[in-house]
C-alpha cells in the first residue's frame, strides 16, 4: 500500500492562484443565505448548527463560481494551468441583537476543486454537529492510482478561531483490499492507526504520540494535504 497517493495529493493540490481570477469580499451581514452569494456564484452545500454555543443555529456555506476559470498550478517541479470552478467556505453567526448572520470566516483554499479529469469531484459534505463543523472530500482516481481516501477534518471554534481539533485519513487499496486507517487527535496529540483488510473484520491497532507544537486553524491550514502530521503522511 504505501504512500504513493499521498504523493498524489501533493501534486494534485499543491497549487497557486493566478493573476486571472480575484475572490470576491463577502457580504459583512445578512438576513439570508442569499446575502452572501455575490453575482456569478452559487450555493453548492450548507449546513446548520451552533458553532459558538449560544443556542442559536449559525450557517457553514460552500459556493462555487457559476463558470470555469484558468488557475495557475504548481505540481512539484511543473507548472499548469486547469480549468475549474473557484469555490469559497463561508462560516456565518447569528446575531440575536441585529437578527442578521455575521460573517466570521471566508477561506478561498480549504475547499478542493473539481479541477482534474482524471478523478471524482474530492469534495463530499459539510456538517455541523455538537458545536463541531465536519468537512469531508473523498480522493478517487479513475485512472493512474488503485488507491482511495476518504478524509475528514474536525474544526472547533475557540478563541475566535475554527480549530482543527481531529481529522481522519481513511485509506483502501482497491486491488489488495488493504485498508489503513489513521484517526488524529490534536488536542491530545495522538493518532490511532488500524490496519486490516476489507475482507476481514479484524484490525491491527496502534497508538502514536504526535508532535504537534501549536495547532493549525482554518487561517493557518491553508489548504488540505499540504500538512505534513507525520513523516510522509499529508493531511
Known amino acids: 500500500m504505501k ?19 480575484s475572490y470576491p469580499n463577502i457580504n459583512k451581514q445578512g438576513k439570508s443565505i442569499d ?8 450555493l453548492l452545500d450548507s449546513a446548520e448548527g451552533d458553532l459558538n454555543n449560544d443556542k442559536h443555529k449559525d450557517m457553514a456555506l460552500v459556493i462555487q463560481h457559476n463558470d470555469s476559470v484558468l488557475l495557475i498550478k504548481k505540481e512539484l517541479d511543473n507548472t499548469d494551468t486547469v480549468l475549474t470552478q473557484p469555490r469559497i467556505l463561508i462560516i456565518l453567526f ?47 482516481m479513475n485512472v493512474g492510482s488503485w488507491g482511495m481516501s476518504d478524509n475528514f477534518y474536525k474544526f472547533r471554534y475557540q478563541e475566535h478561531d475554527f480549530v482543527l481539533i481531529g481529522a481522519d485519513y481513511n485509506y483502501t487499496h482497491r486491488g489488495s483490499g488493504e485498508t489503513e486507517n489513521r484517526s488524529y487527535n490534536f488536542l491530545t496529540s495522538k493518532v490511532k492507526i488500524s490496519t486490516g483488510t476489507i475482507n476481514n473484520n479484524t484490525q491491527k ?9 501549536k495547532l493549525k486553524t482554518l487561517k493557518t491550514f491553508i489548504r488540505p494535504f499540504t500538512w505534513e502530521v507525520e513523516k510522509n503522511y499529508y493531511l
Open 3 to 21: 504512500h504513493l497517493l499521498i504523493i498524489i495529493f501533493i501534486q494534485l493540490f499543491s497549487f497557486a492562484i493566478g493573476q486571472d481570477f
Open 35 to 42: 446575502s452572501f452569494i455575490p453575482k456569478g456564484w452559487s
Open 94 to 140: 447569528y446575531n440575536t441583537a441585529t437578527n442578521q448572520y455575521q460573517l466570521v470566516e471566508q477561506s478561498n483554499t480549504f475547499i478542493l476543486n473539481h479541477d482534474n479529469p482524471n478523478m471524482e469531484d474530492p469534495y463530499q459534505d459539510i456538517l455541523i454537529n455538537n458545536g463541531i463543523l465536519k468537512i469531508s472530500f473523498q480522493i478517487f
Open 205 to 213: 491497532i496502534s497508538w502514536r504520540k504526535l508532535n504537534i507544537k
